[in-house]
């Protein structure tokens, strides 16, 4: 079967890059990418590339090349479900807030609703294919769904997570590591379903590098991943804690345990604690699926990751105040970097958010600055948890586009974000106009230690014992 039109739903950070990519690299295919967000949407088609609604590196440039061509982002929804062959699920499944499975389980309801809608529009046949991250056996409620139509058009469901990372999203796409295709084997039309995918990614990727599965285990696979990718945070922030007490490096023992092929050397960064918008999500939906099999040791297994995370995040705000002469109140603290990573805008379980709430609890006054992220986006995390009214959150915290203007008679600052720029600045000159004696908590173990200590800072690195 010759995919011609692709049409995916949900025009996020995994929908908008990954359909952009498939764009360039198949010019025979026109994809259509719809959203129930308009002003997103709209975002998407600006003129500007400055106001795309993401911000990843190289993205822009692809998207000028091949919008208007073969790729579209469009609100009408049921016309690009109806004219496509092939529909992405691209929407967001974030932890339920309410009623069964609260803070646990993975809210399905959008999804759901595209299934629904998938339904109720479609004529001919078509290939849904599952790219959001989903708990195990989503693909089987979806198919139910798509089965009792009632209007004789058959689907075949496919799981196809993504696996790319915010940051690197289009190097991660153009260069998979692998791509994982979930189907069912054992029919015909599954068969024709599957290779059908392979043939879009064939356009671009080494057939070795496509792996084809069950449809459980490509689901399963996905949250493995994020799971072992956050343990390995977890697991060297839990060490970073004892290199502080006993005088060790963190980054002397990440070099070393990393030179064993075994280990390997990637993502053994201590942070001040990971965010992003699946690590969490998905330990946790993992957490409750163990135990709605009654599997309690998996369950408190993995969700130590996540406790462990947490506990990082209120060690770094701990050690502020505690180093601060037990007070902020009153204090300037300067945040530099509030996204969840460097190279993204996307701010989604950032640890900044966290730390800013436990300071503001403290009395502090907050001033962020960071290179991507909007003001908007900062305020709305903020409120987002509820802690005090939208404007004290004003009040308290303030944002700058300026660094030096936001470091200026602070008494701290605080590294959240890993920005390249930050190695760069004038740091003699932000020693000048900050308070005395002044701090840096750095965060991401990003600046030097040594050069800092020369210009007076009092400099505080996770992981080092001081
Ligand atoms: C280990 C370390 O590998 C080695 O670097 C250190 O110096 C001593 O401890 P060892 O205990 O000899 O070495 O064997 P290892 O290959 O690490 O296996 C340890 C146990 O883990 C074995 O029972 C092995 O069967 C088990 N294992 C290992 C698994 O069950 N699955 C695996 O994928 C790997
Ligand atoms: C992750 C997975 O990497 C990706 O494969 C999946 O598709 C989506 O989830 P993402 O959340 O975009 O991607 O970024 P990632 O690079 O994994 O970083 C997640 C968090 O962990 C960030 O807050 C990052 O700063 C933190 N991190 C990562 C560390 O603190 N230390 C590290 O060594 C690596
Ligand atoms: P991700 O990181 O998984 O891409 P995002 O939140 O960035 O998540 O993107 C998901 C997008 O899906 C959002 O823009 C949201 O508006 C869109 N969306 C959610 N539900 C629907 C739906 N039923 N129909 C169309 N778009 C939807």
Known sequence: MNIKRICCIGAGYVGGPTM???????????????????????????????????????????????????????????????EADMIFISVNTPTKNYGKGKGMASDLKYIELCARQIAKVSRQNKIVVEKSTLPVRTASAIKSILDNTGNGVHFQILSNPEFLAEGTAIQDLLKPDRVLIGGDASTKEGEVAIQALIDVYLNWVPK????????????????????????????????????????????EVSKAIGMDSRIGSKFL??????????????????????????????????????????????????????????????????????????????????????????????????????????EERIYEDLNYLGTRSSIENKRLLTINKDPYRACKNSHAIAILTEWDEFKNYDWKNIYKNMEKPAFVFDGRGLLNK???????????NIGTGN
């Open 20 to 82: 952009t990519v498939i764009a360039q690299k198949c010019p025979h295919i026109k994809l259509t990418v719809v959203d129930i967000n308009e002003s997103r949407i709209a975002a998407w088609n600006s003129k500007d590339l400055n106001k795309l609604p993401i911000f990843e590196p190289g993205l822009d440039k692809i998207v000028e090349e091949v919008r208007g061509r073969n790729l579209f982002f469009s609100t009408d929804i049921d016309e690009a479900i109806n």
């Open 208 to 251: 070795e590098q496509i792996l084809t599965t069950n449809v459980w285990s490509s689901e399963l696979s996905k949250l493995t991943a994020n799971a072992f990718l956050a343990q390995r945070v977890s697991s060297i922030n839990a060490m970073s804690e004892i290199c502080e007490k006993t005088g060790a490096d963190i980054r």
């Open 269 to 374: 960064n201590a942070s001040v604690g990971f965010g992003g918008s699946c690590f969490q999500k998905d330990i946790l939906n993992l957490v409750y699926i163990a135990k709605s099999y009654g599997l309690n040791e998996v369950a408190d297994y993995w969700e130590q990751v996540v406790i462990m995370n947490e506990h990082q995040k209120k060690r770094f705000s701990d050690n502020i105040v505690s180093t601060l002469y037990n007070t902020v109140s009153g204090k300037k603290i300067t945040f530099l970097g509030w996204a969840f990573k460097k190279n993204t805008n996307d701010t989604r379980e950032s640890a900044a958010i966290r730390v800013a709430d436990d300071l503001l609890n403290e009395r502090a006054e907050i001033s962020v600055y960071d290179p991507k992220v909007t």
């Open 450 to 460: 040594e050069e800092l200590e020369i210009i007076g800072f009092i400099y505080y």
